[in-house]
């Protein structure tokens, strides 16, 4: 069960941080996000924590019948190996309700963001919330987009605020121009986010071979297995250990 749910909780620790930073809804925004949320009905401690604990065991119980029926190979170097294991956790995410790695950062993004009121400020945290996560950024696009703000702030002869609508306008044009250069397309988003999966789920099996690695050797080095020949990782069952 320890294996399984570290199986449920891994994330990737190299991603295209191009991919997301530069996408529009990720990008710096013209718009500000809402200063807070609907008010939750007040619950008592006891209560709250009642229906928090529910909450996850479902959830945790919905992703467990999943991988309870789906079969997992652990190769990452067998790209259909990867393909279904991304699947499969795609699977486990819709269910259970569960955030996917993008969706992950663009709320975090959001969030972190909110009440910054200027665009140099906005990039910087950007950036801190990249390398907090683990990120690389592969394409360097951070810098792309710090010399598009040099760029406009230099026009306009003072800092960029983003409730300046003429001023974003600018900042917009001028990150358009860094996704063309990249090869980065709108229309094109589900895609991006479809290889970011298949990373984070190449990333993952990596780990999880890793950990099976591991463990087989500990057991091996056990008087009573030493004459035995381990199994190779990749015939292993997960659904075996849950």
């Known amino acids: 069960m320890a294996f399984t749910s570290r199986l449920l909780s891994r994330s990737s620790q190299k991603l295209c941080v191009g991919q997301l930073m530069l996408h529009p809804e990720h990008a710096v925004q013209v ?8 008010a939750p009905t007040a619950l ?14 479902k959830k ?13 190979t652990l190769d990452p170097e067998d790209p259909a190996a990867v393909s279904q294991y991304a699947n499969v956790m795609k699977t486990v995410r819709e269910k259970a309700d569960l955030f996917s790695e993008s969706q992950r950062i663009k709320y975090t993004i959001e969030t972190k963001t909110r009440d910054i009121p200027d665009a140099r400020s906005y990039l910087l945290q950007l950036q801190e919330i990249r390398i907090k996560r683990g990120l690389t950024d592969e ?3 951070e810098a792309m987009m710090m010399d598009a703000l040099e760029k406009v702030e230099k ?12 001023g974003m306008a600018l900042l917009m044009s001028e990150f358009d121009k860094i996704n063309q250069k990249l090869g ?12 970011l999966e298949l990373k984070i789920a190449k990333a993952q099996l990596e780990e999880l071979k890793k950990e099976a690695e591991e463990a087989m050797d500990t057991q091996k080095k056990k008087e ?6 381990m199994p190779s ?8 250990f849950i």
Do not use: C, H, W
């Open 155 to 166: 026009d306009l002869k003072k800092p960029l605020m983003r409730n300046d609508k003429k």
């Open 60 to 72: 945790f119980e919905t992703a467990i019948g999943v991988l309870r029926k789906e079969k997992i």
């Open 44 to 57: 008592k401690g006891d209560e709250m924590l009642k229906n928090l604990f529910l909450d996850v065991k």
């Open 184 to 195: 980065i397309r709108k229309e094109e988003l589900p895609k991006y986010e479809e290889q």
């Open 139 to 141: 394409l360097g696009a």
């Open 31 to 38: 718009r500000s996000f809402a200063k807070e949320a609907s």
């Open 233 to 240: 990782v990749k015939s292993l069952d997960i659904r075996n």
């Open 224 to 229: 009573e297995f030493k004459d035995e020949e």
